[in-house]
């Protein structure tokens, strides 16, 4: 089992920034793949990045290229999402997820989940 939570949520201005951790506990956690997703309301749970257990793939979806950046510590068993010139469409609950082997995009593939953590981008 691995038990996810996320925090660093809030609301934030457009042209803002915030920066989303996730920690990781229970099974071991760096030869993980680790993702961030997001779902607003009404819209179905999306991908924006994920990246490998050493850190050498990374994916982004195109809507957040230039704009976020993931990474993880492994020795603190937590990943980070840094967000920077939010938008207002930016806006959903964003969820960490967990999954071994190679990076993927689609949720379904991911194993584990935490809770979310609400980001909220006003206009």
């Known amino acids: 089992q691995v038990q996810l939570v996320e925090s660093g949520g809030g609301l934030v201005q457009a042209g803002g920034s915030l920066r989303l951790s996730c920690a990781a506990s229970g099974r071991t956690y760096g030869r993980y793949t680790m993702g961030w997703f997001r779902q607003a309301p009404g819209k179905e749970r999306e991908f924006v990045a994920a990246i490998s257990w050493d850190g050498g793939t990374i994916y982004y979806t195109d809507s957040v290229k230039g704009r976020f950046t993931i990474s993880r510590d492994n020795a603190k068993n937590t990943v980070y999402l840094q967000m920077n010139s939010l938008k207002p469409e930016d806006t959903a609950v964003y969820y960490c997820?967990?999954?071994?082997?190679?990076?993927?995009?689609?949720?379904?593939?991911?194993?584990?989940w935490g809770q979310g953590t609400q980001v909220t981008v006003s206009s």
């Open positions: 997820a967990n999954k071994g082997g190679l990076v993927q995009t689609t949720p379904e593939f991911y194993d584990y």
